[in-house]
């Protein structure tokens, strides 16, 4: 689990919530959410040019969205945005019987890699900002799960959806770090077991993070797995006892590692049942099969999701 200080350090604030959307849509509004896609794509494309400390949430509801039209959305970004929790009165929503959450989704703003820097007070670790590469494509949506009791506390435990994405950052020397984004197999608990959800709940857990690499994967030398050879052709003599420095690229492996995260609720609608607001994730990157030493990355941004 994160550390208080990280989340206090890396938590990214919470943007202002947008105005309730009546059901029946009218041209004039229709036309200002044309306006605000578009405003949407150039905010996403300066996002991807300048960084990804940059970046923002997207700034459309749920039911915003499900008015645009696909000409509408196509080339702005959207796609790649989590919807904002609409404004209404009442602000909690009970948890007594059996709830799901749905439409999960999360949407990192800030990519930054952990690394080790020698000072004159000893190595200390520091979190570098970085550049996206990836298209847009690495937001984790409609993921589902159960909401419900475990160890005596209030969980989210996640079973399916679209919860992972490769996704690729640069660092300022240049040097690209590929990692799956994920949260799968998540089980977030609450520090207790409250019976409503509302604004200051806070959930914590681990989470699996599979290889980055699938096992028919081969490499450049046509090693892989399950495929492919056990070593690269050009070094036969490796058979009769050869150089350890080479046995990690020789021994390729499927590697599950672990990540953690931390949410907290900044928005809730009870007659909508959305609920929405800000994490930071830590997780290791790309091993590439097990040849190389994972990083650490840091994930700040926006989540939502509705509750059944």
Not at 4 to 23: F, I, N
Not at 243 to 264: A, R, T, Y
Request: glycine share 12%.
């Amino acid at each position: 689990m994160l550390s208080a200080v990280a989340s206090t350090a890396y938590m990214p604030q919470p943007l202002a919530g947008r105005a309730t959307q009546s059901a029946k849509v009218s041209p004039v509004m229709a036309q200002g959410w044309e306006t605000k896609a578009a405003s949407a794509g150039l905010a996403a494309a300066l996002a991807l040019g300048m960084g990804a400390t940059d970046a923002h949430a997207g700034v459309f509801t749920r039911s915003e969205i499900a008015s645009l039209t696909y000409e509408q959305i196509k080339g702005t970004g959207l796609a790649n945005t989590c919807p904002n929790v609409e404004s209404g009165p009442d602000k909690k929503i009970s948890v007594a019987g059996k709830k799901t959450i749905d439409e999960f989704c999360l949407e990192p703003t800030s990519f930054q890699v952990l690394e080790d820097k020698l000072t004159k007070n000893g190595v200390v670790t520091e979190a570098v900002n970085t550049k996206v590469t990836t298209r847009q494509t690495y937001v984790l949506t409609g993921i589902n799960g159960d909401l419900k009791t475990v160890d005596g506390k209030l969980a989210f435990v996640e079973k399916d959806g679209i919860d992972y994405a490769p996704t690729t950052v640069q660092l300022p020397g240049g040097e690209r770090v590929p990692f799956l984004f994920t949260v799968k197999n998540l089980v977030a608990k609450a520090d207790g077991n409250p019976g409503t959800i509302e604004p200051g709940l806070k959930l914590s857990g681990s989470f699996n993070v599979p290889s980055y690499r699938t096992g028919l994967f081969l490499d450049p030398k046509g090693r892989g797995t399950t495929t492919g050879y056990d070593q690269a052709i050009a070094l036969p003599a490796l058979q009769a006892g050869g150089d350890e420095g080479l046995f990690s690229e020789n021994n390729k492996k499927f590697e599950v590692l672990q990540g953690n995260i931390e949410l907290k609720v900044t928005d809730v609608n009870n007659e909508l049942g959305e609920i929405g607001g800000v994490f930071v994730q830590k997780q290791p990157s790309d091993t590439d099969l097990g040849s190389k030493v994972p990083k650490e990355l840091l994930l700040k941004g926006n989540w939502f999701a509705t509750v059944n």
